[in-house]
């Protein structure tokens, strides 16, 4: 027997006896063919054992293979499975374990899974999350035990979970975007209820996902909503009310139920009073009919049956100006600016100008906003409010006031011109004129220093001479930097007095060299090196003795538009307690539209008021809008913007607020102040705005009385 076939039989012979041993195997004796047999069925059961993946790799895949080798491993005889090596018989041993695991695994896991809803209500959505985290706990073999129907059922109970997640999330963004509740108007109503629509169209449980602070922010709107919609009905009804029983308080007209004049004016008041007390927003809530209604009220309660013994004041010379020490700040205006940012009209904020504190019919010489305010404090101690450079204006069709600076640069006089006076003058010229002193101190030191230096001087007069020029040039230096300084700024306040002038249109004339109204032609403007900018009605130019009014930037502020009233007002004691009086005058005002350039307005401005009823109607008419071309004034009817109002004063005041409301059912406010003895002129601001406040129109008034 050769080597190899030696080998070759102990080594199978000893697998024999390792296999019998194991099996419990051996017995009788068995031919040599008979053990070469049992070996080679015994080997193709281990290929196959050996050809199965191991055990945590079983998938419900390898399910038919395992059964085959189980199949094929019961077919062997009892000699052949003791040739089957304990490694193998053990591997299939541990696959069926875990083949039975898995299966037992995979059925819980189907359970679980088949079992979830597919709307998923929030209190539902742990039980969805336990069952991904059994589902994901499974290895990736064990996950082959669970069915494909099955994971999509989770899938489904999850998508069904993000989407209500971010419905819910999409209804509170729409609430947040929702006005704040105190900013809602009729046109924002709509809004609110297609987002309560939106929800009531939710499943329950969607509507389990809506956050508490959700609902609670849109119940607010609501219920604001309702109490809008009740208090602008409340006072609809009482203007309804009113239309029908008033008498025009003149004892000429008289409608179905005739009040006494006494009766009348009191539910007249008490009318205009609630109207007044409803926000701008509340008001969207009253249609333009009821407006009207009242506004026709207004006309037939204020009428001008008493007037008061005319003053038949002298117009006043064009080169006349307003003056007052009065609290100016406080006298009616009204601002545009950013608020939560969003456009806002406000007007309970401190006023630009301050005070106009000079000699009536003084040349015009502001220093803008405060020109020196000071305050004693203690003994010693004075405090000095002080405002940027300003420079000032006039303004007028026929060009620019020419301020001569000649002796800025030293110019013979009337050689060189500016388009403003500017409270840097006085400085310019006071260093032009040292800045010349300096020149000639340092060329006569240098001269000095050049002499030293050729005649043979001592160190110690070098260096004398040295130092004297050097402190010549230095001194120079610093003249000349403070100088050059505020020649540019003051030629940047020309130039941005130039870009007012050329963006202002309702002053200009049109292509056929006219005017619109010689009342309009005049403004002063003043500007300030901070950005501000007052541009001032020349009170001269609309025949008006006491007051004018003002509008003005203020970048620094975010004050976009701003109207501010000034004057000299009528004291509170000589206040008329009797009479009536008809004010005739202007207003210009700005409309500012989302997405559109500012367009400038104009109009005309009747007031009637009522001494003893302590009340005036208002109106406008003409309304006309104003813009340039090439520099040529082109204008055209503002339909839509004439506007119709009522205001009312207290007792011992000087001062009336209302409401006043444009043809386009644009509203807002109106506030007013009596100027001049025996309330001569009256001057104001208003603010209105649209539904949506995608719009504002902010004005400036003046009028006086015969």
Not at 392 to 406: H, L, M, Q, T
Request: negative net charge.
């Amino acid at each position: 027997m050769s080597k190899k076939t030696t080998v070759k039989h102990i080594a199978l012979t000893a697998i024999c006896a390792a296999v019998l041993a194991a099996c419990g195997g051996g017995g009788g004796a068995s031919t040599s063919t008979d053990l070469v047999n049992n070996a080679t069925s015994a080997r193709q059961v281990i290929d196959i054992v050996e050809g199965l993946p191991s055990a945590d790799s079983l998938t419900v895949n390898d399910v038919p293979a395992l059964n085959a080798a189980i199949n094929r491993y019961n077919r062997l005889s009892d000699s052949e499975k003791g040739l089957v090596s304990k490694t193998s018989f053990d591997k299939l041993q541990s696959l069926v374990a875990v083949a039975k695991e898995s299966e037992t695994l995979g059925a819980g896991v189907i359970a679980t899974l088949s079992s979830l809803p597919t709307e998923v209500a929030q209190s539902q959505k742990s039980a969805v999350e336990s069952a991904r985290a059994q589902y994901d706990a499974l290895t990736e073999a064990q996950k082959t035990w669970v069915t494909e129907s099955a994971v999509q059922h989770l899938a489904q109970s999850e998508a069904n979970i993000a989407a209500n997640t971010a419905n819910a999330s999409t209804f509170a963004k729409n609430v947040e975007a929702l006005p704040a509740a105190a900013d809602l108007t009729k046109t924002n109503a709509e809004k609110v209820e297609n987002i309560r629509q939106q929800h009531e169209a939710f499943s329950t449980a969607q509507k389990s996902y809506v956050s508490d602070a959700a609902l609670a922010g849109l119940s607010e709107r609501e219920t604001t909503i309702t109490n809008n919609a009740a208090a602008a009905q409340k006072v609809a009804d009482s203007i309804g009310s009113l239309a029908d029983k008033i008498v025009n308080l003149t004892g000429v007209e008289t409608k179905v139920e005739a009040l006494s004049i006494e009766d009348a004016e009191k539910v007249w008041r008490e009318v205009n009073t609630a109207f007044g007390a409803l926000t701008d927003n509340q008001k969207t809530w009253l249609d333009s009919e009821t407006v009207a209604a009242l506004n026709d009220i207004n006309s037939k309660v204020f009428v001008d049956n008493a007037p008061l013994a005319a003053l038949n004041l002298p117009d006043p010379l064009h080169t006349a100006f307003i003056a007052s020490t009065g609290a100016q700040q406080h006298n009616p205006h009204t601002q545009l600016r950013t608020v939560d940012g969003k456009p806002a009209l406000v007007d309970n904020q401190i006023g630009l100008i301050r005070t106009l504190e000079f000699n009536a019919n003084d040349p015009v010489k502001l220093d803008g906003v405060v020109i020196a305010n000071k305050n004693s404090v203690g003994e010693a101690t004075t405090i000095t409010f002080a405002t940027p450079n300003s420079s000032i204006s006039k303004v007028f069709s026929g060009g620019n006031s020419e301020e001569d600076i000649s002796e800025h640069t030293g110019d013979d006089p009337n050689t060189y011109f500016s388009n403003v006076k500017s409270t840097l003058d006085p400085r310019i010229v006071e260093n032009y004129k040292k800045l010349e002193a300096a020149k000639t101190t340092l060329e006569a030191a240098e001269k000095a220093l050049a002499q030293a230096q050729t005649s043979g001087a001592t160190e110690e007069t070098l260096a004398a001479a040295q130092k004297t020029r050097d402190d010549a040039l230095a001194d120079k230096v610093k003249i000349e930097t403070a100088y050059n300084n505020d020649r540019l700024l003051r030629s940047g306040l020309a130039e941005e007095t130039a870009n007012a002038v050329s963006a202002l249109a309702y002053f200009k004339k049109d292509k056929n060299g006219l005017v619109f109204d010689k009342q309009f032609d005049g403004v002063y403007i003043i500007q300030f090196t901070d950005g501000t900018r007052i541009v001032l009605h020349d009170p001269a130019a609309a025949g008006w003795t006491y007051q004018t009014f003002a509008h003005y930037v203020d970048p620094k502020n975010g004050i976009t538009h701003g109207y501010q009233s000034i004057g000299d007002e009528t004291a509170v004691s000589a206040m008329p307690t009797s009479g009536t009086a008809t004010y005739t005058g202007i207003t210009t005002a700005y409309l500012v539209e989302t997405g559109k350039a500012d367009r400038q307005l104009t109009a005309d401005v009747k007031a009637v008021a009522d001494f003893a009823k302590k009340g005036l109607r208002f109106e406008t008419s003409n309304a006309q809008f104003h813009a340039l071309n090439n520099g040529v004034r082109e204008s055209q009817a503002a339909d839509g913007y004439n506007m119709k109002g009522s205001a009312t004063w207290a007792v011992n005041s000087n001062s009336f607020k209302g409401t006043v409301t444009a043809d386009n059912q644009m509203t807002g406010q109106l506030l007013g102040k009596f100027y001049g003895a025996q309330a001569a002129e009256i001057g104001g601001t208003y603010g209105l705005q649209n539904a949506d406040n995608s719009k504002q129109l902010i004005g400036g008034y003046g009028a006086k009385r015969p």
